[in-house]
């Protein structure tokens, strides 16, 4: 069964807009999050982790995400978008020894 | 220089032939992983390692094979490479810390054609 769900295989904003990117997980004890960006042809670098504590937790390069517990969601926000953004983001969800991942949301810059 | 490390970054190979990725890492991380990406698809789990000789399926083994006879190292093999095994594979490691919330470090990636 599928852990981590991200519902948008494109995301389009323009340049200065806020951004926002869903991820909705299925997991039965307390998750452990993260948030990871893939550059083009490029690895992935994470962006921000959730254990536990404060359910808002800032990130690296202005970004952020909410744990909502109730909604099983761990959405990444951003203020004011800037074209370096423009990349892969994914979810994922640490179960068990393992990290599994959403497939993705790609993020496209409008100038 | 200390981090993660794929070779090769790229290989092209016969279908049936066998093939290996290598991926090493200088942190002496506890866990090690294998992902492939492909469109559509995101990165699935191949196969993971706890600690040196401890090996996982994770969700995508069939036609893989791995092993880590040394906490550093953890080469994922091809016995017999098909065409849909063409993908990007992604080696990471992650420390035990507290286990489950530690994040994984990645390689850069190795791109790899079956024809």
């Known amino acids: 069964a599928q852990s981590v769900t991200q519902p948008d295989i494109h995301i389009t904003v323009s340049e200065g807009a806020s951004l926002e990117l869903r991820c909705n997980y299925s997991y039965g004890a307390t998750p452990y999050l993260f948030w990871y960006v893939q550059s083009p042809g490029q690895g992935l670098q994470l962006l921000l982790k959730y254990f536990s504590g404060d359910t808002l937790v800032q990130g690296i390069k202005g970004f952020e995400a909410e744990f909502k517990r109730s909604q099983s969601s761990f959405n990444l926000r951003k203020p004011s978008v800037h074209w370096s953004d423009a990349a892969e983001y994914f979810c994922?969800?640490?179960?068990?020894?393992?990290?599994?991942f959403g497939k993705g949301t790609r993020l496209h810059i409008l100038p | 220089d200390a981090g993660i490390t794929q070779s090769p970054r790229y290989k092209i190979t016969e279908t049936g032939r066998q093939v290996t990725l290598m991926c090493h890492q200088t942190w002496s991380h506890s866990y090690m992983f294998w992902y492939r990406q492909d469109l559509g698809h995101g990165l699935r789990l191949i196969y993971y390692s706890a600690a040196a000789d401890i090996t996982d399926k994770g969700e995508v083994p069939d036609g893989y094979v791995v092993s880590r006879s040394k906490t550093e190292n953890f080469p994922l093999t091809l016995e017999s490479a098909t065409r849909s095994q063409t993908s990007v594979y992604f080696c990471?490691?992650?420390?035990?810390?507290?286990?489950?919330?530690?994040?994984?470090?990645f390689g850069q990636g190795t791109r790899l054609t079956v024809v």
């Open positions: 990471a490691s992650r420390g035990p810390g507290t286990a489950r919330g530690t994040e994984a470090f």
């Open positions: 994922a969800v640490g179960r068990d020894d393992k990290i599994i």
